[in-house]
């Protein structure tokens, strides 16, 4: 950054160690792209596989590809973050071993969708070195994460959510008949989830009790923890959120309904990313001002109990009989242009672009507030 650049630095980190890597890539390249460059001064940087940082210039090729889906690989670079409170600057290591400057960030913009990036990992990092960042803290991310302490939480509240029931790889291997009765009592069909993981990576339908095992060694591939809900039989509706923490009030979009078809069994993963004409968002969704007022409320309700800040992603199911039951709560959702949370805000009258802006400002002022 020129010396007569007073634009905030911007880092915005994407890939990651988790199953959701291309999905974070492709977020990426959505924001980058769509970011005001007048405003801010954008460091893209990447994490691989196993955890290094770089900065990524191809970012505007990364793209849905099933059979070529984008990675972030190690070229021999590296960026090295700081712990220190005291501002100072990001390094960068270059393939030959020399170092430079990147300057202090601003504001970090986390895009880390899944493990060791929305499960409060790298929030650590960033309230370590004392730098502003999009998006909620260590204990909002850790819990909102687990699925089971999500709905535990929720329960305690008095927040209504489906019934659950927790499986680790402990329990199924030692106590497997228990496992099954438990399972049993929910009754049929069945969807078994890993705790810590999201984008539907290895959730599973079952309808029948023989296929059990089979869909929680699918989950266990991605978390030794596993939860099993019921079938709930309504309409799949989300809602966005926006705002801080320290705000009076929050803002809530517009509810957003997901409509499946295609041989899809559910929202996964292909219905999310892949096969976008078997997916449709409908916002706002065709609900009666009351049960619209109720998403709305329970979702703002959400984001209070998990002391979230900047933004979250509320998925609800609403009942034939209009009861509004909560399912997850995502403090980094998807982002791409054309994703459920800025789509809701766009159809709500808040723009892409501008919904940046709101959450980069929104995470200066937390800062400050802070400090």
């Not at 492709?26 to 691989?48: K, R």
């Not at 590809?65 to 690989?73: A, I, L, N, Y």
């Not at 290591?93 to 300057?103: K, V």
């Not at 687990?146 to 209504?160: E, F, N, R, V």
């Amino acid at each position: 950054m020129a010396d007569n650049d007073h634009r905030p630095l911007v880092a915005v980190l994407f890939g990651g160690r988790s199953s959701e890597h291309s999905v974070s890539c492709v977020t990426a390249a959505g924001l980058i792209g769509a970011i005001d460059a007048n405003a801010y001064d954008v460091l893209p940087i990447g994490i691989t596989k196993t955890g290094v940082w770089r900065i990524v210039e191809d970012w505007a090729s990364m793209r849905f590809d099933p059979q070529d889906m984008p990675e972030v690989t190690d070229n021999g670079t590296e960026v090295i973050p700081t712990l220190s409170a005291d501002g100072a600057p990001l390094l960068h290591r270059d393939a030959e071993g020399n170092f430079t400057s990147l300057g202090a960030v601003d504001v970090y913009f986390p895009l880390l969708h899944g493990r060791f990036g929305e499960d409060g990992t790298v929030q650590g990092l960033f309230e370590l070195s004392d730098t502003a960042f999009v998006g909620s803290g260590v204990f909002s991310s850790a819990a909102s994460m687990d699925k089971h302490y999500t709905k535990s939480l929720m329960a305690q509240a008095g927040i209504p959510t489906c019934p659950w029931e927790l499986v680790t790889e402990t329990m199924w291997g030692t106590d497997r008949a228990g496992v099954e009765a438990r399972v049993a009592e929910l009754g049929l069909p069945v969807f078994v989830k890993p705790a810590r993981a999201g984008s539907s990576m290895g959730v599973s339908r079952v309808a029948e009790a023989g296929g059990l095992e089979a869909a929680l060694q699918k989950a266990f591939a991605h978390d030794s923890k596993v939860i099993v809900e019921p079938q709930v039989i309504g309409r799949e509706v989300e809602c966005a959120v926006l705002g801080s923490l320290h705000d009076m009030r929050l803002r809530t979009s517009s509810p957003g309904e997901i409509s499946v078809s295609g041989d899809h069994a559910f929202y996964d993963f292909d219905a999310k990313y892949l096969d976008l004409a078997d997916a449709e968002v409908t916002c706002p969704a065709a609900l009666d001002e009351a049960t619209t007022a109720r998403v709305q409320e329970l979702a703002a309700s959400v984001f209070r109990l998990f002391d979230c800040t900047g933004l979250a992603r509320v998925d609800t199911f609403v009942t034939d009989t209009g009861e509004v039951l909560i399912n997850e709560l995502n403090t980094l959702p998807g982002f791409t242009p054309t994703s459920a949370y800025p789509y809701m805000w766009a159809k709500s009258g808040l723009e892409y672009s501008e919904l940046i802006g709101e959450l980069i400002s929104i995470a200066l002022v937390d800062h400050a507030r802070a400090n």
